[in-house]
């Protein structure tokens, strides 16, 4: 249907054959050849047949309700001349409340969508598409006050030269930062279907970052993090490692670390054994752990050290030949099952004392012996350490 109204003219003309040309002249559609004379389109006028229209303006549709152009060609397009409509320009909508839409109504579970079809390369319009050739895109304008802008647009191009067995293409987002008007790339789906997103924002919260996620995440292959891989403090919060291989080297086993950081844990850290093959790292406390406490009164006064390892300064009150002397050692950190060690570190005569330890909860009593013949009189330095233990 051609429903062009306002078109002055005789009524109820015939259409011209096929493949006549018409020209708009004088308010109105003329046919090339005199003869036809003027024809006027009405609402209900079909045209059939292969009809050239040349205007500038183009075939106006009336503005009326209900006023449509209807082509109700089926040809289905594959060449840039065949189909069903063929535009060398820009279709334009200037109804901002009437999107362009494609209904489809068929009894089958398919649908339609927009095919752009891209050939030839530099200097050959027929050839075929080149590694780095644009496929299509999408553009989305807006207007800034004076002129329309670009602010994103969707692209695909080539990745490798293209024949009947190589069809690699990549798909490009672009978005425009605030304050900018230089669109950037936001996310590329790669030829081997990889993601990259290319946003340097740094997490700082679970909505705050370069992707935010609002539920989970499944990676079912290797997940290689850049610089830090954290965990915020909530009640609750965990990572979890389902696997279940054992260690048998520093490059196998559920978790591997290949460079040369450290695992920082501020909370309780669970597992089924540690084992360390560094001749000079071991396992042991880092700097933080520790503290020291220096005895006040005699070498019987209680002392009192909250940490897991560190050095008390015993007093330096005389200490008989072969006598012992008990102090008692307050230290939230000492479970009743654990293993406190302590030992003469340094000050006074090395080799004449001997240390025992009796662990409680929250505390151990601390013997140290003089094993001399004589009276030591002596603030000697002792170090300790705690190492959880259990009995079950």
């Given at each position: 249907m051609l429903p062009v109204g306002g078109i002055g003219g005789p009524s109820a003309p015939v259409i011209p054959a096929d493949g006549v040309t018409w020209t708009f002249s004088n308010g109105r559609w003329q046919a090339v050849d005199p003869s036809i004379g003027y024809v006027t389109i009405g609402t209900t006028q079909t045209v059939t047949g292969a009809k050239t229209f040349s205007n500038a303006a183009g075939v106006v549709v009336s503005a009326a309700t209900g006023t449509t152009l209807t082509?109700?060609?089926?040809?289905?397009?594959?060449?840039?001349?065949?189909?069903?409509?063929?535009?060398?320009?820009?279709?334009?909508?200037?109804?901002?409340?009437?999107?362009?839409?494609?209904?489809?109504?068929?009894?089958?579970?398919n649908s339609s969508?927009?095919?752009?079809?891209?050939?030839?390369?530099?200097?050959?319009?027929?050839?075929?598409?080149?590694?780095?050739?644009?496929?299509?895109?999408?553009?989305?304008?807006?207007?800034?006050?004076?002129a329309y802008?670009?602010?994103?647009?969707?692209?695909?191009?080539?990745?490798?030269?293209?024949?009947?067995?190589?069809?690699?293409?990549?798909?490009?987002?672009?978005?425009?930062?605030?304050?900018?008007?230089?669109?950037?790339?936001?996310?590329?789906?790669?030829?081997?279907?990889?993601?990259e997103v290319s946003g340097t924002t740094d997490a700082t919260s679970s909505t705050a970052g370069s992707?935010?996620?609002?539920?989970?995440?499944?990676?079912?292959?290797?997940?290689?993090?850049?610089?830090?891989?954290?965990?915020?403090?909530?009640?609750?919060?965990?990572?979890?490692?389902?696997?279940?291989?054992?260690?048998?080297?520093?490059?196998?086993?559920?978790?591997?670390?290949?460079?040369?950081?450290?695992?920082?844990?501020?909370?309780?850290?669970?597992?089924g054994g540690f084992k360390s093959t560094s001749p000079t790292l071991g396992i042991g406390y880092a700097t933080g752990a520790g503290g020291t406490q220096t005895q006040i009164t005699s070498k019987a006064t209680t002392v009192v050290l909250n940490t897991i390892c560190g050095t008390v300064v015993m007093h330096n009150a005389n200490l008989a030949a072969d006598t012992s002397v008990s102090f008692t050692f307050t230290n939230s950190a000492i479970a009743a099952t654990?293993?406190?060690?302590?030992?003469?570190?340094?000050?006074?005569?090395?080799?004449?004392?001997?240390?025992?330890?009796?662990?409680?909860?929250?505390?151990?009593?601390?013997?140290?012996?003089?094993?001399?013949?004589?009276?030591?009189?002596?603030?000697?330095?002792?170090r300790f350490v705690v190492i959880k233990a259990v009995v079950s």
């Open positions: 082509v109700n060609s089926t040809d289905v397009s594959s060449t840039p001349t065949t189909g069903a409509v063929i535009s060398a320009g820009t279709i334009v909508s200037t109804n901002a409340t009437a999107p362009f839409s494609a209904y489809l109504s068929a009894a089958n579970n969508g927009l095919n752009i079809y891209k050939r030839g390369a530099t200097g050959d319009a027929t050839a075929a598409v080149v590694a780095g050739a644009e496929l299509g895109y999408n553009s989305f304008y807006g207007w800034d006050g004076s802008g670009r602010g994103a647009f969707v692209y695909s191009q080539a990745t490798q030269n293209w024949t009947g067995s190589a069809h690699g293409a990549r798909v490009d987002v672009y978005t425009t930062p605030d304050g900018s008007t230089t669109n950037a790339l936001a996310i590329r789906i790669n030829h081997n279907q990889g993601l992707v935010t996620l609002a539920g989970g995440l499944a990676v079912a292959k290797k997940a290689y993090i850049g610089t830090e891989l954290y965990l915020p403090q909530a009640t609750g919060t965990t990572l979890t490692v389902s696997s279940t291989d054992d260690a048998t080297s520093t490059i196998t086993g559920s978790v591997t670390t290949l460079g040369g950081g450290s695992h920082g844990v501020t909370k309780s850290w669970f597992g654990d293993y406190v060690s302590f030992q003469h570190d340094s000050v006074g005569t090395l080799g004449a004392y001997l240390c025992c330890v009796t662990p409680g909860a929250g505390t151990a009593t601390v013997t140290v012996h003089n094993t001399t013949p004589g009276a030591l009189a002596e603030a000697i330095v002792l």
